[in-house]
T-cell receptor, first 113, second 114 residues
Framework: SQQGEEDPQALSIQEGENATMNCSYK?????LQWYRQNSGRGLVHLIL?????REKHSGRLRVTLDTSKKSSSLLITASRAADTASYFC?????????????FGQGTTLQVKP | DAGITQSPRHKVTETGTPVTLRCHQT?????MYWYRQDPGHGLRLIHY???????DKGEVSDGYSVSRSKTEDFLLTLESATSSQTSVYFC?????????????FGPGTRLTVL
């Protein structure tokens, strides 16, 4: 079963607007990651946030983690058409050192020029 | 881009035939993974490897086997392909340093089983 569940499943915004995607998970984790997938391509790692961190920034990306609510959010500020992609959260579910990740079903983001 | 290649990139085969997909890395990473991606299911882990000749099952391992005889290659075999195995298959690698387990993905293999 999927650990992470993203919300919304699809999001359409205008260029320049902010995009917020949410992820919920079920069990304790060591870290949570966000990935992007452009159509027809493999996933690309965006950002990792550890369970003892609450917020992390990388360029136009901001990730928050609330372990009490078992949820995370990804904010993309000043979106661009090139941000059009699917975004996935992934958790390790405390899987030790196997590096196993459990992915959610993703949020499809469309940024209109 | 991380040095990961997958072959073939596209394959059409018939039900009942064996199929082998190859993942090759040049990063010398210890961990390698095979996922399948299907609409409505996201990515699901099939098998993974934590070292040469060390493999374990993932969430959807039935009908699949893997082998890793050297660090750089991880093979996924469908012994007798079925239509339900039509999917896009991704290989990923991870170096695992200090508890961080960012994964790097290959370009994917689109498999169609008729």
């Amino acid at each position: 079963s999927q650990q992470g569940e993203e919300d919304p499943q699809a999001l359409s915004i205008q260029e320049g607007e902010n995009a917020t995607m949410n992820c919920s998970y079920k069990t304790s984790i060591n870290n949570l990651q966000w990935y992007r997938q452009n159509s027809g391509r493999g996933l690309v790692h965006l950002i990792l946030i550890r369970s003892n961190e609450r917020e992390k920034h990388s360029g136009r990306l901001r990730v928050t983690l609330d372990t009490s609510k078992k949820s995370s959010s990804l904010l993309i500020t000043a979106s661009r058409a090139a941000d059009t992609a699917s975004y996935f959260c992934a958790t390790d579910e405390g899987s030790g050192n196997t590096g196993k990740l459990i992915f959610g079903q993703g949020t499809t983001l469309q940024v209109k020029p | 881009d991380a040095g990961i290649t997958q072959s073939p990139r596209h394959k059409v085969t018939e039900t009942g035939t064996p199929v082998t997909l190859r993942c090759h890395q040049t990063e010398n990473h210890r961990y390698m993974y095979w996922y399948r991606q299907d609409p409505g299911h996201g990515l699901r882990l099939i098998h993974y490897s934590y070292g040469v000749k060390d493999t374990d099952k993932g969430e959807v391992s039935d009908g699949y086997s893997v082998s890793r005889s050297k660090t750089e290659d991880f093979l996924l075999t469908l012994e007798s392909a079925t239509s339900s195995q039509t999917s896009v298959y991704f290989c990923a690698i991870s170096g695992l340093a200090g508890g961080y387990n960012e994964q790097f993905f290959g370009p994917g293999t689109r498999l169609t089983v008729l």
